[in-house]
C-alpha cells in the first residue's frame, strides 16, 4: 500500500510541477511544457488523490469509509485541541516577541494584513495551502501503515524525509515564494522534526485526520503572520524551540508517541 501511495503521489504531483520548474529554470520551451505548466496550481493536490485512489483499490469500499470516519472521528480527549491550535502559533511567534524584547530588528511580513482578515486567510490555507491536500496522504496512509511494521517514531522520520522531499520541484518556480532559492535540506529538516509532533497528537486523538489538517494549517498559519525564518536570529531561536520540543515529546512519549497496542 505504501509503495501504490508514493509512486501515484509523486508521478501526479511531479508530473503537474516538473514542467514549470524546467520552464523558469532552464532554456527549455518545449510547447508541452508550457501546456502542462498552467495546471502547476493541481500537483499539491496529490497526496490526496494518491490516498483515495489506493484505499479504493487495496481496501475497496470499507477502507474509503473508514477513511472519512477518521476524518470526522470525534472520539478523542479534547484537551489534544490545545497543542493542536497553539504549539506552531507558540514556537514560531515567540522568536519574534524575543527579537522585541532585545531590540533587534523584526523581519517585516511580505503581505501586511488587516487581523479581521486571518479568519479568512486561515480558511484559504486549510483548503489550498497544504492541509486538505495532503493529510490524508501523509498521516492517514503512510505514517498510518508505517507505524503498523515499525516503530512510530522512525515512521514518523521516514514520513518526514520523503514529505519534505515531495515539495523538491517546487524551489525552481519563483511563484513558489516560501521554497523558491531556498535550501531544500532546511524543509526537509523542518518536516522531519514535525512530522514528529504531528504523528504524537495523531496517535493520542484517534487517528483525527481533521486535526492533523487543522495542526498543519496552524503551521502555515503560523508562519504567514510570524515572518520568523526571515531573520537568522528568530530562524535559529525557532529550530531551537522545534528541536527541543520534539525531544520533549519523544521523552514524554517514547518511541510509540501515544501509539496504543
Not at 55 to 66: A, E, F, P, Q
Not at 80 to 106: A, C, D, S
Given at each position: 500500500?505504501?509503495?501504490?501511495?508514493?509512486?501515484?503521489?509523486?508521478?501526479?504531483?511531479?508530473?503537474?510541477?516538473?514542467?514549470?520548474?524546467?520552464?523558469?529554470?532552464?532554456?527549455?520551451?518545449?510547447?508541452?511544457?508550457?501546456?502542462?505548466?498552467?495546471?502547476?496550481?493541481?500537483?499539491?493536490?496529490?497526496?490526496?488523490?494518491?490516498?483515495?485512489?489506493?484505499?479504493?483499490?487495496?481496501?475497496?469500499?470499507?477502507?474509503?469509509?473508514?477513511?472519512?470516519?477518521?476524518?470526522?472521528?470525534?472520539?478523542?480527549?479534547?484537551?489534544?485541541?490545545?497543542?493542536?491550535?497553539?504549539?506552531?502559533?507558540?514556537?514560531?511567534?515567540?522568536?519574534?516577541?524575543?527579537?522585541?524584547?532585545?531590540?533587534?530588528?523584526?523581519?517585516?511580513?511580505?503581505?501586511?494584513?488587516?487581523?479581521?482578515?486571518?479568519?479568512?486567510?486561515?480558511?484559504?490555507?486549510?483548503?489550498?495551502?497544504?492541509?486538505?491536500?495532503?493529510?490524508?496522504?501523509?498521516?492517514?496512509?503512510?505514517?498510518?501503515?508505517?507505524?503498523?511494521?515499525?516503530?512510530?517514531?522512525?515512521?514518523?522520520?521516514?514520513?518526514?524525509?520523503?514529505?519534505?522531499?515531495?515539495?523538491?520541484?517546487?524551489f525552481f518556480i519563483p511563484e513558489q515564494g516560501f521554497y523558491y532559492n531556498r535550501p531544500i535540506w532546511g524543509?526537509?529538516?523542518?518536516?522531519?522534526?514535525?512530522?514528529?509532533?504531528?504523528?504524537?497528537?495523531?496517535?493520542?486523538?484517534?487517528?483525527?485526520?481533521?486535526?492533523?489538517?487543522?495542526?498543519?494549517?496552524?503551521?502555515?498559519?503560523?508562519?504567514?503572520?510570524?515572518p520568523s525564518i526571515q531573520s537568522d536570529a528568530s530562524g535559529l531561536?525557532?529550530?531551537?524551540?522545534?528541536?527541543?520540543?520534539?525531544?520533549?515529546?519523544?521523552?514524554?512519549?517514547?518511541?510509540?508517541?501515544?501509539?496504543?497496542?
Amino acid at each position: 500500500m505504501v509503495i501504490l501511495y508514493l509512486i501515484i503521489t509523486f508521478i501526479f504531483s511531479w508530473a503537474l510541477w516538473i514542467p514549470d520548474a524546467l520552464l523558469n529554470s532552464t532554456s527549455i520551451t518545449h510547447p508541452l511544457l508550457i501546456w502542462l505548466s498552467q495546471f502547476s496550481n493541481y500537483g499539491a493536490w496529490g497526496p490526496l488523490v494518491s490516498a483515495l485512489i489506493t484505499t479504493i483499490i487495496i481496501k475497496r469500499k470499507k477502507g474509503l469509509i473508514k477513511l472519512f470516519k477518521q476524518t470526522f472521528n470525534l472520539n478523542f480527549n479534547k484537551k489534544w485541541l490545545l497543542p493542536t491550535l497553539f504549539l506552531f502559533p507558540l514556537m514560531i511567534g515567540l522568536p519574534l516577541l524575543y527579537l522585541y524584547i532585545t531590540n533587534q530588528p523584526i523581519p517585516k511580513l511580505d503581505e501586511p494584513y488587516s487581523i479581521f482578515i486571518l479568519p479568512i486567510v486561515f480558511l484559504i490555507i486549510f483548503v489550498s495551502s497544504g492541509p486538505l491536500q495532503e493529510e490524508h496522504g501523509w498521516r492517514g496512509i503512510l505514517q498510518n501503515s508505517l507505524q503498523t511494521k515499525i516503530n512510530p517514531l522512525f515512521a514518523s522520520i521516514i514520513t518526514g524525509l520523503i514529505w519534505g522531499l515531495w515539495h523538491l520541484p517546487l524551489f525552481f518556480i519563483p511563484e513558489q515564494g516560501f521554497y523558491y532559492n531556498r535550501p531544500i535540506w532546511g524543509l526537509i529538516l523542518s518536516t522531519t522534526l514535525i512530522s514528529i509532533l504531528f504523528t504524537w497528537i495523531y496517535n493520542n486523538t484517534n487517528k483525527n485526520l481533521f486535526l492533523m489538517m487543522i495542526f498543519h494549517t496552524t503551521y502555515n498559519f503560523s508562519h504567514y503572520i510570524f515572518p520568523s525564518i526571515q531573520s537568522d536570529a528568530s530562524g535559529l531561536i525557532y529550530f531551537l524551540l522545534l528541536l527541543i520540543t520534539v525531544c520533549g515529546v519523544i521523552i514524554k512519549s517514547g518511541i510509540n508517541l501515544g501509539l496504543k497496542k
